[in-house]
């Protein structure tokens, strides 16, 4: 069984960059897709990013080219990098694994989640 769990959230100013990392164990995350996804507080589930199986990565216009996933299946762990992050980005950031190594911005695809990391942009 696949479990993931999230890191690298925190307080950041605007204007600031963070990374977040979700590992992988219980399984190799090779042939997963892994989908980030953000929850703001009193807001819908949002998608962020999403990366498949063989590491072609994609993001809706709404982050504006500001984040960056990537992969590095020696580690087993997936990345997320924020930059010229804004109060906006607030949200608790999670994780996902879609199993047929797709990827979409549909979160009810995905097949795993992690506990999810929470990300404060504010001065």
């Known amino acids: 069984q696949l479990q993931l769990v999230e890191s690298g959230g925190g307080l950041v100013q605007p204007g600031g960059s963070l990374r977040l990392s979700c590992v992988g164990s219980g399984s190799s995350l090779d042939e997963y897709a892994i989908g980030w996804f953000r929850q703001a507080p009193g807001k819908a589930r949002e998608e962020v990013s999403y990366?498949?199986?063989?590491?072609?990565?994609n993001e809706p216009s709404s982050v504006d080219g500001r984040f960056t996933i990537s992969r590095d299946n020696d580690k087993n762990t997936v990345y997320l990098q924020m930059n010229h992050l804004k109060p906006e980005d607030t949200a608790v950031y999670y994780c996902a694994a879609d199993a047929s190594g797709w990827g979409t911005f549909r979160a009810v695809v995905y097949d795993f989640w992690g506990q999810g990391t929470e990300v404060t942009v504010s001065s």
């Open positions: 990366i498949t199986s063989i590491s072609s990565g």
